[in-house]
């Protein structure tokens, strides 16, 4: 298995190739031995959470900002050769939480990128930050839309698909409201990136039934998560994050080095 990591906020991004042969990347990152490579279950990604708000003092805004530019250099590194104006042209869809506000923010750096983002938001928050995010893509022609797209569109307009819809404190199942949407990424022939968790997985678990989706790329934040385990074949890449080596060596973590001033590495990890 081989995976990719991002750094403020490492992240495990996964690849498969025609569904079956799954990529990873994490960004930034700083341990050395991959062999122990450690998987966060939903309680550890809480507490984790937590402890970088509580006692390193990051706030929400900070490391949001952090794992939505690491998504979006993570994706450009995989994505950003294109050999049509078609393939640069991303659908971005975002839940009501933070990983959603992971999607907006990616949504907005990766059309500093060149990409053709439009982002999918149905449910929407008052909550200040959620509402300037919003403003910030509209603000940069990104249009957001309460529309749910249909698949066939998706496949005709698109040549990605972000899925930043649930996060790590999901619990199945999906709710009515966002079935849709699942269908539509479930049925889409454009390759798929997660960002965390694919969507309507348990975070522990993994996917809950034959027909749950199945992303392309899954690019973990913090650090892989357990699901991350039932993507075979995968490889492996990490972006930036700003993890305290306090905090790695407190969780046992072992998280790759950085290559120069890189926001990803690429590694290779033990099923």
């Known amino acids: 298995i081989f995976q990719i990591f991002l750094r403020n906020i490492v992240a495990t991004k996964t690849f498969l190739k025609h569904r079956s042969n799954t990529r990873t990347i994490l960004v930034r990152a700083v341990a050395t031995n991959t062999r122990k490579m450690k998987y ?32 979006a250099h993570a994706i450009n590194d995989c994505y950003g ?14 839940g009501p939480g933070n ?10 750096h990766l059309k500093l990128m060149n990409f053709d983002a439009y982002v999918y938001y149905p449910k929407r928050t ?36 972000v899925d930043a819809l649930f996060g790590f404190s999901f619990k199945p ?25 694919p969507s309507g997985w348990h975070v522990e678990e993994g996917p809950q039934d034959e027909c749950n989706l199945r992303p392309d790329c899954l690019i973990s934040l913090t650090a892989p998560k357990l699901c991350a385990k039932k993507l075979t074949n995968a490889n492996t890449t990490s972006g ?21 001033n890189n926001l990803f590495v690429k ?3 033990n099923s």
């Open 126 to 161: 008052e909550k200040d930050l959620f509402v300037n995010l919003q403003h910030q893509c509209e603000q940069m022609g990104i249009t957001v839309s309460k529309d749910c797209p249909a698949a066939e569109w998706v496949d005709q307009e698109f040549g990605l698909v």
């Open 99 to 108: 990983n959603g506000g992971d999607g907006l923010v990616a949504a907005r």
């Open 81 to 94: 050769s294109p050999q049509s104006t078609t393939k640069r042209k991303v659908l971005v869809c975002c």
């Open 240 to 260: 930036d994050a700003s993890f305290r080596p306090k905090l790695q060596e407190k969780y046992a973590m072992e998280l790759p080095p950085y290559e120069g």
């Open 267 to 269: 590694l290779r990890l």
């Open 40 to 71: 966060l279950n939903q309680q550890e990604a809480i507490n984790v959470d937590e402890e970088l708000f509580n006692e390193y003092k990051f706030s929400v805004d900070q490391l949001m900002e952090l794992a939505g530019l690491s998504c």
């Open 173 to 197: 199942p999906v709710r009515e409201s966002f079935a849709p949407i699942m269908e539509v990424l479930k049925q889409t022939k454009v390759p798929i990136v997660s960002v965390d968790i």
